[in-house]
């Protein structure tokens, strides 16, 4: 079965870091974008980041430009969103999905959740 | 960046409607083009890609059309399961890959 499984969030203080993990499973990821998305509590969708196969090329949201890192592990199947300097703005749910580029995002985590709040 | 608008933001319609949702682009993006849903709780699911391309396993009441900068999502007969928001997105040019605002479709 195709499946994205998101894991690492939690509470964090302004300031702080987390590190999100994405684990794939039922297809292979090296023949795949991928993208974490994110939504707010009550609001819309967000791109945040996005890599390409190989990890060589990463693309992000301005707003997290410089304090968050994407980055894959192919050999293990997994993808990372590593977040810095966090800001209460940065607090949502966190999704990693896969990304056909053109075709759109296909395939979705269940999200996991980061809040950042003193 | 190109920006995304939707509209109208929400809509209530009855099962059995004719559902018509637009998505405007701020420049061109030729048909690269997305459609999502998403319940309550849940994540959102791919329901049209390339403007037009129906994904796998979704049912064919939805459909899509446009190109350029003008595009829409018609919900040909609205079923209990439909009530949900629905998001366009542009991949034509990156980054971002920029999501429209959203369109909320409720029972009325």
């Known amino acids: 079965e195709v499946q994205l499984e998101e894991s690492g969030g939690g509470l964090v203080q302004p300031g702080g870091s987390l590190r999100l993990s994405c684990a794939v499973s039922?297809?292979?990821?090296?023949?795949?974008?991928m993208t974490w998305v994110r939504q707010a509590p009550g609001k819309g969708l967000e791109w945040v980041a996005n890599i390409n196969q190989d990890g060589s090329d990463k693309y992000y949201v301005d707003s997290v430009r410089g304090r968050f890192t994407m980055s894959r592990d192919n050999a293990k199947n997994s993808l990372y969103l590593q977040m810095n300097s966090l800001r209460a703005e940065d607090t949502a749910l966190y999704y990693c999905?896969?990304?056909?580029?053109?075709?759109?995002?296909?395939?979705w985590g269940q999200g996991t959740t980061v809040t950042v709040s003193s | 960046d190109i920006q995304m608008t939707q509209s109208p933001s929400s809509v209530s319609a009855s099962v059995g409607d004719r559902v018509t949702i637009t998505c405007r682009a701020s420049?061109?993006?030729?048909?690269?083009l997305a459609w999502y849903q998403q319940k309550p709780g849940k994540a959102p699911k791919l329901l049209i890609y390339?403007?037009?391309s129906l994904q796998s396993g979704v049912p064919s009441r939805f459909s899509g059309s446009g190109s350029g900068t003008d595009f829409t999502l018609t919900i040909s007969s609205l079923q209990p399961e439909d009530f949900a928001t629905y998001y366009c997105q542009q991949a034509n040019t990156f980054p971002p890959f920029t999501f429209g605002p959203g369109t909320k479709v409720d029972i009325k």
């Open positions: 039922g297809f292979i990821s090296t023949d795949y974008w």
């Open positions: 999905a896969r990304n056909r580029r053109l075709s759109g995002m296909d395939v």
């Open positions: 420049q061109g993006i030729s048909s690269w």
């Open positions: 390339a403007a037009s």
